[in-house]
Each structure stands twice: as C-alpha cells, then as structure tokens.
C-alpha cells in the first residue's frame, strides 16, 4: 500500500510539473518585444549635395592637417591624440542605439508591471526529524506518508507613480 501511495504521489508531482513548465512557457509568450522597425540607408557619398560655400579636404580647403601649418607639437600631440581615440561611425551608431535601449529600459519600469510566482516543492520526510508526525500514511488525517508536498502561487502588481518627477528628466 506504501509503496502505491507513493507511486500515486510521483505521478501527481509529474503531472503538477507539467502543467506547471506549460503555464510558465505559455507566460513567457505574453513577453512584450520591441521591434527597431526597417534600418536607415546610408547615402552615399556622391548623393550628397553641398551648398556652394562649403569646401571640402579634396577641394584644398581645409587641408587634410590643417593644423601643422602652425607648427606648435603640443597642437599636433593634442590631434593626434584626439583622432586616434575618436570613435568611427560605427561605435558612435551603437553608442547611440545603447543609449536609446537605455531610455526605453527606463520608461519601461515606469508602467504597471504585473508578476506571477509558482512554486511546488515535495520532499521526502524522515519520521525521525522534525517533520516526523507528516511522514505517517494515514490518508483519514490527511497525511500521505513520507512524501510533503508545498505549493505557492503568487500573483502581485506594483505601480510607480512619479510625484515629484525624479524618473522624468
């Protein structure tokens, strides 16, 4: 009859289980994904029109190094040093495009949010530890031998209301 009963357990702890991996995996689906949208193009430069009072390195004006005209080494440090740790166009995009995830992360928090909590445990008790008096088979008083079984299921909300505006800026 033991040996029955605890089969009996196990399956319901299986079952238990599965319904609960399905209801988190259907939960997961209701995650919200934001989607960027199509990408910008890159324009060329040859489309790329100027107004007539702007010239560019290629036309003399200003020149590639403009400034060794002066002839000072600290200027020609300081350039240098400013043109070798100048991001390209690339790392300013996805600095740019951080930033941005960034803010939306921010605003995100500031809506309602809604959390769910499941949790089973079962454990095997000893009759000689303290849950000793629940690892009796005595299906009459509600104890089904050495088997305890805990659930939890929670639900909870939280709302942040932005009163003096410290989220705003």
């Given at each position: 009859m033991?040996?029955?009963?605890?089969?009996?357990?196990?399956?319901?702890?299986?079952?238990?289980?599965?319904?609960?991996?399905?209801l988190c995996v259907c939960?997961?689906?209701?995650?919200?994904i934001h989607h960027n949208g199509t990408p910008r193009a890159e324009i060329a430069?040859?489309?790329?029109k100027l107004a007539n009072d702007i010239h560019l390195a290629r036309d003399g004006w200003p020149a590639a190094r403009w400034w060794t005209r002066y002839h000072d080494a600290q200027l020609d440090a300081l350039i240098d040093q400013a043109l070798g740790n100048a991001p390209t166009?690339?790392?300013?995009?996805?600095?740019?495009?951080?930033a941005r995830s960034d803010v939306e992360l921010v605003s995100a928090g500031l809506g309602l949010q809604v959390a769910a909590l499941a949790q089973l445990d079962r454990e095997h008790v000893s009759a000689n530890g303290f849950?000793?008096?629940f690892?009796?088979?005595?299906?009459?008083?509600?104890?089904?031998g050495p088997w305890y079984t805990e659930g939890i299921?929670?639900?909870?909300?939280?709302l942040d209301v932005d009163i003096w505006g410290?989220?705003?800026a």
């Open positions: 033991t040996a029955r009963s605890s089969r009996g357990g196990s399956s319901w702890c299986r079952h238990t289980l599965g319904v609960a991996g399905l939960l997961a689906g209701c995650a919200l430069p040859a489309q790329i166009m690339v790392i300013a995009r996805t600095r740019v495009a951080q849950l000793g008096p690892a009796r088979n005595e299906p009459a008083l509600g104890l089904t299921v929670g639900l909870g909300a939280s410290k989220q705003r």
